[in-house]
């Protein structure tokens, strides 16, 4: 008989299970996983200063990011770890989103260093894909006049899914995949952009996609503040200057402000551009189509790295 600890839930018990199981996970990493999944909207709020005690806890939330990133004087510099190393997620087109909750079965990618450009929480392993929950937006629902609806996180695969229902169960509920998807394209309908995120204390790996908006996101507001917490998802805006007319709704649309007239037509600053694809659909003239850009790293495909992992 199998003997159960009545004072840990099955789920913290399975997350501590896997985190025993990761390659040099700390128990310190453990302790700052369990307090971001179980305590995840009051984590972002302090994080992001949207929470009255965020200025108070500012000393202990420094000396956690000291802790967290290592970064010390005497270290060498190609060696350190930024928070953009520890947090940050994958522009990922509509698609190429619905293809990775639509995944059938358990999956190893270990170390996507082309695809995930950052030193730490980089790999897609997938346990029970099927396993998908909703959950309200940590970022939205921190602010007071947040975009809606709120349940547009998907957190994806064990022992994630059911942590985070177990610790939040009035912000989570259970979906498929279809309503997943249903999720996925309203949100990319609403012009805001999809991003798998990867987290040091959430065992290095992917756990989520969330669908993202300038005005609450708070990694899009600290990347364009200069931390880089977000990856291109490979690809680029193109604009085919035949068909634009200049109508500026790409640029009304464009989470990054990419966009913009240029010499009497829409041009794209690559530098802000994340490939993310919302101006494509948004287009009234379809005159902005995605491109490949190997200078912005590889796609996150998930079927197509999947071959690729069976073929080697």
Known sequence: ???????????????????????????????????????????????????????????????????????????????????????????????????????????????????????????????????????????????????????????????????????????????????????IDAEDARGHVHHAFFKDAMLGRFYAICNCCACCCGAIHAHQNGTPMLASSGYLAGIDEDMCTACETCAASCQFGALAIGNLLMEVDPAKCMGCGVCVDKCPQEAIALYRDEGKGEPLEIFALMEKAAAQ
């Open 1 to 183: 008989m199998k003997f159960r600890n009545p004072l840990i839930s099955p789920s913290t018990a399975a997350f501590l299970k896997e985190a025993r199981a990761t390659r040099g996970f700390s128990s310190f990493d453990f302790i700052h996983g369990y307090i971001y999944g179980r305590w995840t909207h009051l984590y972002i709020a302090i994080g992001t200063g949207q929470h009255p005690l965020a200025k108070k806890l500012a000393p202990f939330a420094a000396w956690v990011e000291a802790r967290i990133t290592h970064n010390k004087k005497s270290q060498d510099p190609a060696n350190t770890i930024s928070m953009a190393d520890t947090y940050h997620g994958k522009t990922m087109p509509r698609e190429a989103a619905k293809k990775l909750v639509l995944v059938n079965e358990d999956i190893n990618l270990p170390d996507l260093e082309q695809v995930i450009p950052y030193k730490r929480a980089r790999s897609i392993i997938l346990k029970n894909p099927d396993h998908i929950v909703a959950l309200d937006c940590p970022c939205r629902s921190a602010k007071p006049n947040p975009c809606l609806p709120l349940d547009v996180c998907l957190v994806v695969g064990e022992p994630f899914a059911s942590f985070v229902v177990d610790h939040n169960p009035g912000k989570t509920r259970w979906i498929t995949r279809d309503e997943a998807v249903a999720i």
